[in-house]
């Protein structure tokens, strides 16, 4: 069984399995908002390709050890002397990359019937958007021209590693932040904020000013998603998550985890699934 969390788990932001946790994420929100917004409206699953420069690649990933040569200095000759100069160098090994890499990033777009007008874009937050240089700069100038040709967006991060998406007033700091922006009529965007220890709220999807606007329950459909893929069959959960918990709540994550191996003794929550 699956670790009872109110809300978001957060091993589950472990960077090795969120890719595949922020796409199905992002299908099963398309699923809970199809039958929510037709005929009027219908939402897609679209992609982009976003480039990563070696920088970004290095704070993406980034090895626990760094590997790096000694720098050695050489003895100036004497004047007026004409010598071949002999260089100590000790062997060493270092990785370097020579190449940018791209990859395909997906979201949700809700767009209006029959002409296809983009009317809400749907963000879930990846490590490229939060963790490195170049690419967290195309989403933000995407980001910004979006805003700026009235394009409602919902921005949905759930990654407590990385920088914030950056607001005009920052809100009191917590471990995750749904953002809702609605240009029309006055610009004003929606902050939610909220813990690991809490569930997800709820919130509104824009759409076109003066219709009724969907509710997203984002707690049900995230751990849908969880009861599916079955993730609790491949986490460790006697390992600290990656970024580690508040000092404060170790405890009652335990106690928490403590919960699903009590439930079901014979799927220990953590480490590979009994034969």
Avoid at 55 to 80: F, H, K, M, N, W
Avoid at 123 to 152: C, F, H, I, W
Avoid at 177 to 196: D, M, Q, T, W
Wanted: negative net charge; charged residues 30%.
């Amino acid at each position: 069984m699956r670790p009872p969390f109110p809300g978001m788990d957060p091993w589950l932001e472990d960077p090795e399995l969120w890719p595949d946790v922020h796409n199905s994420l992002i299908i099963a929100i398309r699923d809970a908002l199809v039958p929510l917004v037709v005929p009027r409206y219908f939402a897609r699953v679209e992609s982009r390709m976003t480039v990563l420069t070696g920088e970004d690649l290095d704070q993406l990933y980034r090895p626990d050890v760094a590997i790096r040569s000694d720098d050695l200095a050489t003895p100036l000759p004497e004047a007026g002397v004409a010598v071949m100069e002999r260089i100590e160098a000790k062997p060493y090994r270092m990785f370097v990359r020579l190449e940018e890499d791209e990859i395909e990033e997906c979201y949700l777009t809700i767009r209006e019937l029959p002409g296809r007008k983009l009317v809400t874009a749907i963000e879930v937050l990846s490590p490229t958007n939060k963790r490195t240089k170049k690419a967290r700069q195309d989403y933000l100038d995407k980001r910004y021209d979006l805003m700026r040709s009235g394009v409602n967006l919902v921005e949905i991060d759930l990654l407590r590693s990385g920088q914030r998406m950056p607001l005009s007033n920052a809100p009191p700091p917590t471990d995750y932040r749904i953002l809702v922006y609605r240009p029309r009529p006055n610009k004003l965007a929606e902050v939610i904020g909220f813990s690991y220890k809490d569930p997800i709220p709820s919130f509104t999807i824009p759409l076109i000013v003066g219709e009724a606007e969907p509710t997203l329950d984002l707690n049900t459909v995230l751990h849908g998603v969880i009861d599916r893929a079955l993730y609790y069959l491949t986490i460790d959960y006697r390992q600290p998550p990656h970024p580690r918990l508040h000092k404060e709540d170790h405890a009652w994550a335990e106690s928490i985890i403590a919960q699903a191996t009590l439930r079901s003794p014979e799927a220990p929550a953590g480490g590979e699934p009994p034969p």
